[in-house]
């Protein structure tokens, strides 16, 4: 099943105002709901930037690998083999092509890979709750107050998602697709709680990321969502055009507000998606073949990483990947190993990140695309040091690795060093913030270009310094 869903925005009733206005029109097209579908048009222009320098602009694309509930830095990126056994853990190294560096022996496919890899192995946010650490590492803006688990989308914390801000600096695309979609799900703490950072926030929901809860491993997958209804012919359809035509005209001189004139682009936005077979194609995983299919994984998270690929090749500017639950699984089958932390890595969690990450990377290579995708490997946070009594490790803010590839990134890269246990930075500390400059850095946007809220006034996309050392 494929559903088009828009997070709760902050201010929800304009969102309500559209769908009712076609409730008034009586025109729904086979039960497409065009105003959760697309994103309205820009009311204001980002500042253009004049920044140049090493990666600037490099990338037109980014995808987010975000492993939901932390990844572990001491058996990924940092390894400490020195270390005592209660904080190394007993998996072993292994040498990659980056000279005189290894990685942990769970990731042997993307060892090979690190000549197109930069890593980062001091990125802090120093919060240990999921809630709100993951909306700093998504927004660049650390959350008020700190360490605050099933934290909502609420003032003061509606700094723009990384997607959001993406939207808005491509505004006035030709593009059919919206400039960024979150696939397979969105992310929530247990009770389906969202977290906050997922929106556009200030900025105004019209910028709110495109959210698409689909599962791209299923046989009979489709987007019904983006093609008429088999019951409705074409005729029919044409005559409901007509019908939407005749209502706008009879309503020419009620409806002259710019929330309006944005609905009025995102008719024309979602007429151009149920029309254009291009669009549709990107999510026809079947025009893959078999062995690639495979060659990602065929579970719901590794065909979306497939997606990605594809979505950004139809030109979608920002697609985030988020980690899918796996029912039956401690910890519901995620990166949060407060449980069994050693077997979930080794039997699970490692061997599907590491083949479909390698996949995607060979692919993008193979492709000629990862010049111009910067990849981002990325939590919420990583892992404490020492095991907890359910052989598990615990939420860990202070000090832990992500990775970044392509578009710009200076592969073969180890840019931060932390302590004797990886528990605190050395040298080389970096802020979300300063991913999130870096990110837009590689997309042509300087730190300090401006955005605005639906209030008019002035931010910079990020208060953080680009970090030229990967570059």
């Known amino acids: 099943m494929f559903s088009l869903l828009d997070l709760p925005p902050h201010g ?40 140049t320098g090493f990666g600037f602009g490099k990338a037109k694309s980014v995808i987010v690998i975000f492993l939901g509930g932390g990844p572990p830095q001491h058996e990924t990126w940092d390894t400490k083999p020195e270390a005592p056994a209660e904080i190394r853990g007993p998996f072993g190294t292994i040498a990659t092509r980056t000279p005189g560096y290894s990685v942990g022996e769970l990731m042997p496919q993307t060892a090979l890979l690190t000549d197109k890899i930069a890593v980062l192995r001091a990125m802090v946010t120093n919060d240990n709750a999921h809630s709100s650490s993951g909306y700093q ?25 990384w997607g959001s801000i993406a939207k808005y600096v491509k505004q006035g695309s030709k593009n059919a697709f919206p400039p960024a979609v979150t696939v397979p799900v969105r992310i929530a703490n247990v009770g389906d709680i969202p977290w906050p950072g997922q929106i556009a926030g200030v900025l105004g929901p019209k910028y709110n990321p495109w959210v698409l809860t689909c599962d791209p491993s299923q046989p009979n997958f489709s987007v019904p969502d983006l093609a008429l209804p088999a019951e409705m012919s074409t005729s029919q359809f044409e005559k409901r055009l007509t019908l939407l035509d005749q209502m706008n005209r009879q309503l020419d001189g ?44 065929k579970t719901r998270w590794a065909q979306s990483v497939l997606l990605a690929r594809r979505l950004v090749e139809a030109g979608v500017s920002l697609v985030h990947v988020n980690w899918c639950q796996i029912d039956g699984e401690p910890n519901a089958g995620s990166w949060d190993t407060h449980s069994k932390h050693n077997d979930l890595l080794k039997r699970l969690l490692m061997p599907m ?7 995607l990377m060979n692919d993008l290579t193979e492709r000629g695309l990862l010049d111009e995708t910067l990849v981002v490997w990325v939590g919420e946070f990583g892992h404490t040091p020492k095991f907890n009594g359910q052989a598990g490790r615990d939420h860990w803010g202070s000090c832990f690795s992500i990775a970044l590839a392509g578009g710009g990134v200076r592969g073969g890269v180890v840019h931060g060093k932390s302590d004797a246990h990886a528990a605190f930075p050395v040298s080389g500390r970096v802020e979300p913030r300063d991913l999130i400059a870096t990110i837009f850095h590689c997309l042509g946007h300087s730190p300090d270009t401006e955005l605005h809220e639906t209030e008019g006034r002035p931010i910079p996309l990020s208060r953080g310094r680009v970090i030229e050392e990967i570059l």
């Open 12 to 51: 929800r009733h304009v969102a309500m105002s559209r769908r009712e206005w076609l409730r008034v029109g009586g025109i729904g097209f086979g039960g497409l709901s065009l105003p959760s579908l697309l994103a309205a048009a820009p009311t204001a222009a980002a500042t253009p930037s004049s920044e």
């Open 137 to 161: 590492m998504m927004t660049g803006v650390p959350h008020i107050p700190p360490h605050a688990e099933n934290a909502t989308s609420k003032a003061p914390n509606l700094a723009p998602n």
């Open 254 to 297: 009620v409806l002259r507000s710019p929330a309006v004139d944005n609905f009025d682009r995102q008719t024309q936005q979602a007429l151009d998606l149920l029309s254009g077979a291009q669009a549709r194609k990107a999510f026809d995983l079947t025009q893959e073949t078999p062995e690639t299919r495979e060659r990602y994984g």
């Open 353 to 359: 990140m590491d083949q479909a990450y390698s996949a």
